[in-house]
């Protein structure tokens, strides 16, 4: 069998964007690109073929390397820098608007480096809500950025490797002074329209939303209760625009284009070639209206290759179509190789090439009935370990109901949908359709949540994630490669079913007790746990878009023996709520001063327990310091695992920290620096006094506040500590035991640095 071009293709570009990635963010590829010139030419010189291959992984490098040299330059993170910029998204948050802005023009401050290379940021803007802008618009902002970077925590979404293959080059939000200005009005914009005149219609919001979703490819429209819903319960595809929406719209072309050749000329219309280019102009104009976003322009190649594919004319198989979509796409869009939904939709599309190659084409409504319900029982549990991989979830219940769900939305909603655009010229004609749809709509909505909560969405523990995925892939192969022995599938069918079912066990290893100091920007959040028991120190900030850090650490539904909330300032418990609906919290505790949504126990100076042979005591406050200041009277926590000790001051002041000098047995194992490493705390008789081996800094990278203070951080070097920083190092992790030294991890280091 013939290999021809597109799998060679596929794989240079491969090859290519692997390569660049592996590189990283460089800040000089002269070299690099001097050494890939000089062998384009000695290949060129040999065989013109291999220098083709070679220019092929190029570009795939250079198109990754392109992405990292785009980012904003760390000289400028933090600074004011002035922009215009056209508007490509806009989405309402809690008490703002989350835009996404094309650069076209942006100047630094004096002295700084360049900021011409950025071309995306993402941005909140507040205080707008008389002046919204809106997708088309060109503005002059001034906008404070930072480079594009996520919380660093373990089993956690990674943001900042969102952004990257997103194409988004800085975040940050949008100054009030000066005022932002409008500098031109947006253009026509068909989608616009279309989306104007949905706003019109007498329809439900949620009707709304979803055809925006469906039929425009605005996503965004779409709350955060819809996404919810939908990923609870694995039907997250049938929102996207993807091949069943393009297949769709490509087959009804194909279909109106193919009768008016055989009106037109009856005798020969089969061998017409316009009907099917025709389809694909459809394809074509389909992706545009819904803005060519990855997953669209996807679906419109695997369209188009479907299309010449079935077409007959001079076509490749179904292999060499799969992979000639696969090339094509990431010759566009190099970056879509680190896109998750690239790759769930390729390996459906080939999953359904083996379990139908062969066999022959279904015939009459009963045989397309059990194809579709073939396909779909054989597709899923390929497609659960595919996302078990990718999102670390799981939905029970996903099987059973796109089984329902995708012929549902398939042969009857999205057809309604795209059917009220046709008629839309048409008065009432169209309402009417979307008034069918808005039924259709809430039907399935009313099977989504009872199928969710009778089977919620699950996500295994870590451990669980590759043996189950496993389990899950050779049952997929077990029951779609033909001739695989009947006592094999049940075999294989079985072990799948016994795998969440295997007891795991929650006993630390040889550790007493692991302690992690979670990444949660400007704030602290820390868990402590040791074998038969949980507790949380702060519950990390809620940011003014009312994003929480705590909501992205956990599942729902985890058990805590105990919360200490050290006060009530918004950077240590700004989690509370989200910890109290999401959770089952055994006691709270908190200074008694506090005002907390919770009731809680109050921390007092001298209380002590012990727990798996780990002893926690209360150093402050006493109970005569209640009308201190929210900070002085923080809880003050004491940790003693055998020799070891580890501080968690909170935001006491260096006043309370003198006060506090008389209970320490130097040297303190590690310390949790005091308010972030603020100037008003570690005061130098308290860090002389704890004499820390470790340091630990709870701040967010970029902070206005400039924690940690360069004194403080001094004062610990010249005692000789070593120093660590949930800014820079991501979420840091202790283990300690009665036998062993302590031991320090982190999740990101961005750059070697001194630390002890």
């Keep these: ?66 992405q990292w040299a785009a980012q904003l330059p760390a000289g400028l993170s933090g600074e004011d820098v002035l922009v215009e910029a056209r508007v490509v998204e806009s989405q309402r948050v809690t008490s ?19 900021c011409q290379q950025i071309e995306r940021v993402r941005v909140s803007a507040y205080g707008l809500d008389q002046n919204l802008p809106q997708p088309g618009e060109r503005w002059q902002m001034t906008l404070r950025l930072r480079p594009p970077n996520g919380f660093q925590n373990p089993g956690t979404f990674d943001f900042a490797h969102w952004l990257w293959r997103e194409g988004i080059h800085a975040t940050g939000y949008v100054r009030q002074d000066p005022a932002p200005q409008r500098l031109t009005p947006s253009p026509f914009s068909l989608r616009q329209q279309a989306l104007s005149t949905l706003e019109t219609q007498p329809l439900a919001p949620r009707t709304q939303r979803w055809l925006s979703a469906l039929t425009l490819g605005l996503g965004d429209q779409l709350t955060q209760d819809d996404w919810e819903l939908l990923n609870a319960s694995g039907t997250t595809h049938l929102v996207v625009i993807s091949g069943l929406h393009v297949g769709l719209v490509v087959s ?48 419109m190649i695997m369209g188009l290759v479907g299309l ?72 899923a549990p390929l497609m659960a370990a595919a996302v078990l991989v990718a999102f670390g979830r799981v939905a029970p219940a996903a099987p059973l109901i796109n089984l329902v769900a995708v012929p ?14 046709l008629l839309a010229p048409l008065p009432y004609a169209s309402t009417a359709i979307w008034w069918l749809f808005e039924q259709g709509l809430n039907a399935f909505y009313i099977a989504l949540e009872y199928a969710v909560v009778h089977w919620p969405l699950w996500e295994p523990p870590r451990a669980l994630h590759l043996p189950w995925a496993l389990g899950l892939f050779v049952t997929a192969l077990c029951w779609g490669l033909p001739g695989t022995a009947r006592w094999l599938k049940r075999g294989a069918l079985i072990l799948v079913i016994l795998v969440p079912l295997w007891p795991m066990s929650q006993r630390l290893s040889h550790e007493a007790l692991r302690i992690t100091v979670y990444d949660v920007g400007q704030g602290q959040l820390i868990k402590l746990r040791s074998a038969h028991y949980r507790l949380l120190v702060d519950t990390g900030p809620r940011y003014r878009s009312g994003f929480m850090p705590l909501e992205t650490l956990w599942p729902p539904g985890q058990h805590f023996d105990q919360v200490i909330v050290s006060h009530a300032d918004t950077d240590h418990a700004g989690g509370v709520r989200a910890l109290q609906d999401q ?45 201190a200041s929210a900070n002085d009277r923080s809880c003050v926590l004491d940790i003693e695992v055998g020799q070891q000790r580890v501080l968690i001051t909170g935001d006491v002041g260096s006043q309370v920290e003198r006060r506090l000098v008389g209970d ?29 081996q470790h340091v630990i800094f709870s701040a967010g990278r970029d902070n206005p506040f400039g924690h940690p203070n360069d004194a403080v951080v001094r004062r610990f070097r010249q005692q000789g500590s070593c120093l660590w920083n949930t800014a820079h190092d991501g979420a840091i992790q202790l283990r300690l035991s009665t036998d062993a030294p302590i031991e320090i991890n982190t999740l990101r280091g961005d750059a070697p640095r001194q630390r002890c």
């Design 1 to 66: 069998m013939r290999v021809g071009l597109a799998m060679p293709v596929a794989l240079a570009l491969m090859v290519g964007a692997g390569g660049g990635s592996w590189l990283g963010p460089s800040s000089n590829t002269m070299p690099l690109t001097s050494i890939l010139g000089v062998l384009l030419l000695c290949l060129a010189a040999v065989k013109l073929r291999y220098c083709l291959w070679l220019a092929i992984v190029c570009w795939g490098l250079v198109a990754i390397q392109y």
């Design 252 to 299: 009804f072309a194909l279909l109106l284009a193919r009768q008016a050749a055989r009106w037109l000329t009856p005798g020969n219309w089969r061998l017409r070639a316009w009907p099917w280019w025709f389809s694909g102009a459809a394809a074509v104009g389909y992706a545009l209206l819904a803005g060519m976003a990855p997953p669209a322009m996807r679906a």
């Design 664 to 692: 320490l047995d130097a040297p303190v194992t590690a310390l949790v620096a005091g308010h972030h490493g603020s100037a008003s705390s570690s005061g130098l008789q308290f860090v002389r006094a704890a004499d820390p």
């Design 96 to 114: 703002g608007v989350r835009l996404l802005l094309a650069v076209e023009r942006c100047v630094s401050p004096d002295q700084r480096p360049s």
């Design 583 to 627: 959770h089952l919290v055994d006691e709270w505790r908190a200074p008694a001063a506090e005002s907390l949504p919770v009731k809680s126990l109050p921390c007092v100076r001298g209380t002590e327990w012990q727990r798996d042979g780990v002893t926690y005591r209360f150093w402050w406050p006493n109970a005569d310091h209640i009308d």
């Design 408 to 421: 549902w939305m398939s042969l009857l909603m999205v057809p309604l949908a795209l059917l009220g655009w």
């Design 308 to 379: 010449w594919v079935l077409s007959g004319r001079h076509a490749p198989g179904p292999w060499q179509g799969w992979w000639l979509a696969l090339a094509a796409v990431l010759m566009i869009d190099p970056v879509a190789l680190w896109r998750p939904g690239l790759w769930l939709s390729f390996i459906a599309v080939a999953w359904l090439i083996v379990i139908w190659q062969g066999r022959a084409r279904p015939q009459g409504l009963r045989g397309w009935g059990w194809a579709l319900v073939r396909s779909q029982l054989l597709l």
